[in-house]
């Protein structure tokens, strides 16, 4: 099967890995774990990081040229509708009318779980104003369709909660998302290590977004390189289509036919 490259909102990326940019020890970190990832969008939490609000402090956008990458704000802390929706028009005046936004509205402080209701009337309002809306959710077959239809140009369910390094704990629901899908999937929260993104690859999804289990690893440079062969071992593992798995054995040099 010939492969196509990950669009989304009519642009075409090469990279299926997409990064973010938090709990970093300092920015000369999280700028060669970019590089080591190969990663093309960067993920920045507008609540958090300086896109150019605080002209005291260093611009996150000096490390991560626009020219270079492209940057996803994203609505991180957001708890309500009205926070998230105002979070993503600020986003959008910093980055001179940038449409593309990560939404994310959270149920609570402790599980950071999405509110799928919020979320749902977030994305509506945001449609409406003309941004480009990837939608972070639960694993919920139905509402990942609920957000497609939406308008939504791509859906990311969690695998595990954000930040926990659980790995994807539901395959078959997110295998019933990528089904069903006509929006790019991308695998967002939850990742611990390479083998969870390549579980994710090997599912069909588009693409996986992660940030802790690269800035959290002991040497995260060398993690956010294995993240991007997992990407790319995955995807092909995808594309040329497994084995059926079996209960018994069946030989690799099967008896069948040989000479004594």
Do not use: W
Request: glycine share 8%.
């Amino acid at each position: 099967m010939t492969d196509l490259p990950l669009t989304i909102a009519g642009r075409t990326f090469h990279s299926r890995l997409l990064l973010g940019t938090g709990k970093y020890r300092d920015l000369a970190e999280m700028q060669a774990a970019v590089a080591a990832s190969g990663a093309e969008i960067i993920t920045v939490a507008v609540r958090r990081a300086n896109l150019g609000q605080d002209q005291n402090e260093p611009n996150i956008l000096d490390s991560l040229p626009p020219e270079h990458y492209t940057i996803l704000p994203n609505t991180a802390g957001c708890f309500d509708v009205e926070t998230a929706v105002r979070t993503c028009r600020l986003a959008r005046e910093l980055l001179d009318g940038h449409k593309l936004v990560k939404l994310e509205v959270l149920g609570d402080e402790k599980t950071l779980y999405p509110d799928v209701t919020a979320t749902l009337q977030a994305a509506e309002i945001l449609i409406a104003e003309g941004f480009e809306v990837m939608a972070y959710t639960n694993d919920d077959p139905i509402i990942a369709r609920e957000l497609e239809q939406l308008g939504c140009v791509a859906v990311m369910p969690l695998g595990a909660p954000i930040g926990s390094g659980l790995g994807i704990r539901n395959k078959l629901n997110i295998l019933t998302i990528v089904e069903n899908a006509q929006v790019p999937i991308l695998v967002d929260a939850g990742v611990g290590t390479a083998s969870d993104v390549a579980v994710a690859m090997e599912l069909g999804c588009d693409g996986v977004l992660l940030n802790t289990a690269v800035a959290a690893a002991q040497q995260p440079v060398l993690m956010a390189e294995a993240m991007r062969h997992a990407v790319q071992a995955g995807r092909a593992a995808f594309l040329a289509g497994r084995m059926p798995a079996r209960r018994y054995a069946s030989a690799s040099s099967p008896i069948d036919g040989i000479f004594f």
